[in-house]
């Protein structure tokens, strides 16, 4: 890893290395696989609610299309009459 020249100092290098024993590469990768898990969760719970809220919501508007076309048909019977 590049290091910045305003970070570096007289004696250091232009760049970092790194190194990481077995144990703390898969502990940082269990780590890793939790969190992606605990988000994939989350996003599947949000989903799924989703789902099932719009289902009931395009159930709803079903209903209601029918009740208009229903109303629709008896506008002539519910209307006063004209005067004329």
């Known amino acids: 890893m590049a290091v910045p020249l305003d970070q570096r100092g007289l004696l250091s290098t ?3 290395q790194q190194s990481l ?3 703390r590469l ?3 990768m269990d780590a890793a696989w939790k969190e992606a898990a605990r988000v ?8 799924n609610t ?3 809220t719009l289902s009931g919501t395009s159930t709803e508007i079903q ?3 029918k009740t208009a076309t229903r109303w ?10 004209r005067p004329g």
């Open 14 to 16: 232009a760049e970092m």
């Open 21 to 23: 024993t077995i144990d």
């Open 26 to 28: 898969i502990g940082a």
């Open 40 to 47: 994939v969760t989350a996003v599947d719970k949000a989903w």
């Open 50 to 52: 989703l789902q099932t």
């Open 63 to 65: 209903q209601l299309e």
């Open 72 to 81: 629709r048909g008896q506008e002539r019977e519910l209307a006063p009459p």
